[in-house]
């Protein structure tokens, strides 16, 4: 069921003259679309950025459904934007660490359907964006990474993309924001944060509380809130609230999308198959 998705969100990002171009999966190169710069926003001062961020990890009840913290911001995870329509926000996104300093990652099936069809079009990924303001800048994909069992045969085991982002004269996306450390082959139990973007709000929301193993072989964290959009929210354990950063060891989405209700979502595995994905991605 896909409950974390949609199709247009009433949030509105007017992407004026901005020729957003579409990828395929596997890899195969986007054509060129227009760039604009990320300008004043270095890395020093999107720290010192003022932004709502708990100073450690808040502590769930044993068992609890904690309520997602709302007007969450952050400087690594945004929201991707559809300007084939409204222009409204569909899904989540995250800044990972990789050599080229231009890797996101996200949900495979807010890219594509998984039923043999094309890769979605026109994305655009806005980091940080609230309350329609994109303070650090409209980052437009080079290319996709996902596997061919998701993209054929929906996979639910596979439902991870990564995407290689253009840069900004000369300025790539992590050089620019820093990212978080991906890890694979974890444990299915955590203490992570989840941040993510649901279409109906103009800001992320965010989480604390610990992971299980849904008895399928997915990661579970139940959080109230996250409804359609925050398909493809990192999950960040290890979160550090200095420097804001943590290690991703899951993607809202796999079990059901993500979830077929707001209260519980899902991860994928971060195991050897996500891992040849990424190392496609850095590759690239």
């Not at 069809?117 to 940080?128: I, S």
């Amino acid at each position: 069921m896909n409950a974390r998705i949609v199709a247009t969100g009433s949030a509105a990002l007017i992407l004026a003259g901005s020729a957003l171009a579409g990828c395929s999966s596997g890899g195969s190169t986007a054509a060129e679309g227009s760039q604009a710069p990320a300008g004043y926003w270095t890395k020093e001062r999107l720290l010192a950025a003022e932004e709502y961020h708990p100073e450690d990890w808040t502590e769930p009840e044993e068992g609890s459904t904690p309520a997602a913290q709302q007007n969450a911001k952050t400087l690594r995870i945004g929201a991707l934007f559809d300007s084939d329509s409204s222009g409204g926000h569909f899904c989540t996104a995250g800044v990972v660490n990789s050599p080229g300093h231009d890797v996101i990652v996200t949900a495979a099936h807010c890219l594509n359907s998984g039923n043999g069809g094309a890769d979605k079009q026109n994305v655009a990924f806005v980091p940080a964006y609230a309350d329609g303001q994109t303070p650090y800048g409209i980052w437009t994909p080079a290319k996709y990474f996902m596997d061919p069992r998701w993209v054929n045969g929906q996979d639910d085991r596979l439902d991870v993309a990564f995407v290689v982002l253009k840069p900004y004269e000369g300025k790539n996306i992590q050089d620019v924001l820093g990212g978080n450390t991906i890890a694979f082959n974890t444990s299915y139990q955590h203490k992570v944060r989840v941040t993510g973007y649901p279409a109906s709000d103009d800001a992320p929301i965010t989480c604390d509380n610990n992971t299980t193993e849904q008895p399928a072989g997915f990661l579970e964290f139940p959080c109230a809130n996250f409804y359609g959009g925050t398909s493809g929210s990192p999950w960040l354990t290890d979160y550090n609230a200095q420097t804001r950063t943590g290690t991703i060891v899951g993607v809202l989405g796999g079990y059901e999308e993500g979830g077929s209700t707001p209260d519980i979502s899902y991860s994928d595995d971060l195991g050897d198959d996500i891992k040849k994905l990424y190392d496609q991605a850095i590759g690239a």
